[in-house]
């Protein structure tokens, strides 16, 4: 074999220089192939049933796009360096009054402040109630929920985007599901409503910094037998944060007092 030498390991490896996936991460960003409204920070496309992880700066926005109706993006958010301070599915629901995620929905810490808004959404189908699929859950469905198996469970991923991070599986809440929907019946059952179709895309932007864990793989409700999942395209880029004068900051007052209070927290710190 070619590989089976240092040397022949070494010319295989580096006759690789130059070539790209189907889903992998673009790098430097900028050489994105893509229109995208500002330089890129951040350009990858994750396989379903893979993960991505990434620290994006304060005013960041991130795109998610299901470019082929499959994709599920379980999505988890912790302020950068407090790690303490992290996405709360609970609080995101009841503070806003609303259990359904959609464009000028919050998404908020225990802290009563905000770590991401969403500002932009041609999807609807959402889920912030059910969380993430279980190793236990996959193998008694699909055979096998490890990571590196055809049907990984999104928990597990998280895991392994999270020890990247410096974070331990009891650091993992509850995630936020995108692009595969759930509602709710009048007898509080739950209801899987599946996929907008390929396109759909959310758009959050960073109100502090944030350490961002994706897992893009199917939703523990969704009813088909195979294992469904299909890429997730990720595109981030520098903007601004939220601010006075923005309609996002005036448009409830639960969410005004949110901003209030990540604005006082960042000003004491300096940071804003």
């Known amino acids: 074999m070619a590989t089976a030498t240092t040397h022949g390991a070494r010319d295989h490896a ?70 303490w301070e992290r996405l709360n599915t609970a609080d995101t629901v009841k503070v806003q009054w609303n259990a359904y995620l959609g464009a000028g929905r919050l998404l908020l810490s225990d802290q009563g402040r905000v770590l991401a808004t969403l500002t932009a959404d041609s999807s609807g189908r959402h889920d912030a109630l059910c969380g993430t699929s279980t190793l236990r859950r996959n193998t008694e469905r699909y055979g096998d929920g490890t990571p590196q198996s055809a049907s990984p469970a999104g928990r597990e991923l998280l895991k392994l985007a999270a020890s990247k991070n410096g974070l331990e599986p009891r650091d993992l809440p509850p995630s936020l599901s995108f692009f595969q929907g759930v509602r709710i019946h009048e007898d509080g059952t739950a209801a899987f409503t599946g996929s907008a179709g390929a396109g759909a895309a959310v758009t959050l932007r960073a109100e502090q910094d944030l350490t961002v864990l994706i897992a893009n793989v199917p939703h523990p409700l969704d009813p088909r037998p195979a294992y469904t999942s299909t890429p997730l395209e990720v595109l981030a880029w520098r903007a601004r944060p939220t601010s006075p004068g923005d309609a996002l900051w005036d448009a409830t007052p639960e969410g005004r007092r949110a901003f209030l209070n990540t604005a006082d927290f960042l000003t004491a710190r300096g940071l804003a």
């Open 14 to 83: 580096r006759a690789q220089h130059g070539t790209r996936s189907g889903a992998m991460p673009v790098v430097p960003a900028s050489d994105w192939p893509d229109t995208a409204p500002a330089t890129p920070v951040w350009a990858e496309t994750v396989a379903g049933g893979n993960y991505t992880h990434r620290v994006l700066a304060r005013g960041t926005e991130l795109r998610l796009t299901d470019l082929a109706g499959d994709a599920c993006a379980h999505l988890l958010l912790y302020a950068d360096g407090r790690p």
